[in-house]
């Protein structure tokens, strides 16, 4: 069992910047896929970012489009945990943010990601 815990999110105003970690315990997220999601009100979760394992135990990076060139996600190893650094933020990154975990390699199938925090709110003023 892996159990993930979000943390950092909060009111920012555009333009400026959060980091969000998302912490694990239970087991090691070695050769886990570690996704952030987000779920603004009245709209359906989305995909935001991965750190997904490779079957050469290499991992990659992905992004929405939409986050591209302004959130970057990382992993601390020794920490057991994923971070997203959020920059340029605007008004529409306003959401409910959450990180979740699977084993192995990416899926874009979200019932696929067993573990899920609870989520962290991050809310973007104009």
């Known amino acids: 069992q892996v159990q993930l815990v979000e943390s950092g999110g909060g009111l920012v105003q555009a333009g400026g910047s959060l980091r969000l970690s998302c912490e694990a315990s239970g087991r090691t997220i070695s050769g886990y896929t570690i996704n952030w999601f987000r779920q603004a009100p009245g709209q359906e979760r989305e995909f935001v970012a991965t750190h997904r394992w490779s079957r050469s135990s290499t991992y990659y990076t992905d992004y ?14 020794a920490k057991n945990a994923v971070y997203l650094q959020m ?6 990154d306003t959401a409910v943010y959450y990180c979740a975990a699977k084993s192995g390699q990416y899926s874009d199938r979200q019932y696929e990601y067993l573990y899920w925090g609870q989520g962290t709110q991050v809310t973007v003023s104009s």
């Open 87 to 92: 920059n340029s933020l605007k008004p529409e």
């Open 64 to 77: 929405a489009e939409s986050v591209k060139g302004r959130f970057t996600i990382s992993r601390d190893y």
